[in-house]
């Protein structure tokens, strides 16, 4: 198994400050033959399924707000919320996909301040 | 603008089987370039991914779970399904159905379902 370790497991910012959710893999989920990381970022609120913001760990999927960015390769990851919203209160989750058994990490509560 | 719902009985006895339907609206289970899974969130808990199946009937599971999971598909009503044997308390959890990218991300979600294994 590819065991994903978040950091860390709860964050409070204020609004309009930067958030950052750190995600490291316990192998490399960077593919050489086609240089990608296979790496998700999912935002989970209360009460709702989680929602897909970022894929192959810098796409920002579609009508996702652009303050929302992913960064890093192979093992070390990075959600960064450059300026926090007060509906950004939510958990959030990376993914890895490289191998068919994906797995989650244990998910980053994020507060406000 | 693509739909999973999840439906099924929210109660299950310990020891018997959980049996889930995930009914895909919007558009065809039968694209090429997705697979359709099942992931389960115990409360309070992190995501797990249960397994997965292509509508041709390819299937991938957790080994965590794959002596227990069979997941199925029937593409004339556009549904997938997922049956969990043998039952316990550690099953308890919101089930939910999602749209898989290639067996990647998991770009579109269903509402999901509390599933209670109780007596």
């Known amino acids: 198994d590819i065991v994903m370790t978040q950091s860390p497991d709860s964050l409070a910012v204020s609004l309009g400050e930067r958030a950052t959710i750190n995600c490291k893999s316990s192998q490399s989920v960077l593919y050489s033959s086609n240089n990608k990381n296979y790496l998700a970022w999912y935002q989970q609120k209360p009460g709702q399924p989680p929602k897909l913001l970022i894929y192959w760990a810098s796409t920002r999927e579609s009508g996702v707000p652009d303050r929302f960015s992913g960064s890093g390769s192979g093992t070390d990851f990075t959600l960064t919320i450059s300026s926090l919203q007060a509906e950004d209160v939510a958990v959030y989750y990376c993914?890895?996909?490289?191998?068919?058994?994906?797995?989650f990490g244990q998910g980053t509560k994020l507060e406000i301040k | 603008q693509l739909q999973l719902q999840e439906s099924g009985p929210g109660l299950v006895k310990p020891s018997e089987t959980l049996s889930l339907t995930c009914t895909v609206s919007?558009?065809?289970?039968?694209?090429?370039?997705?697979?359709w899974g099942w992931i389960r969130q115990p409360p309070g808990k992190g995501l797990e991914w249960i397994g997965s199946?292509?509508?041709?009937?390819?299937?991938y599971y957790n080994p965590s779970l794959k002596s227990r999971v069979t997941i199925s598909v029937d593409t004339s009503k556009n549904q997938f399904s997922l049956k969990l044997s043998s039952v316990t308390a550690a099953d308890t959890a919101v089930y939910y159905c999602a749209r898989q990218k290639l067996l990647g991300f998991f770009d579109i979600w269903g509402q999901g379902t509390m599933v209670t294994v109780s007596s």
């Open positions: 993914q890895q996909y490289i191998i068919p058994r994906n797995t």
């Open positions: 199946i292509y509508y041709s009937g390819s299937t």
């Open positions: 919007g558009g065809s289970i039968s694209s090429s370039s997705y697979y």
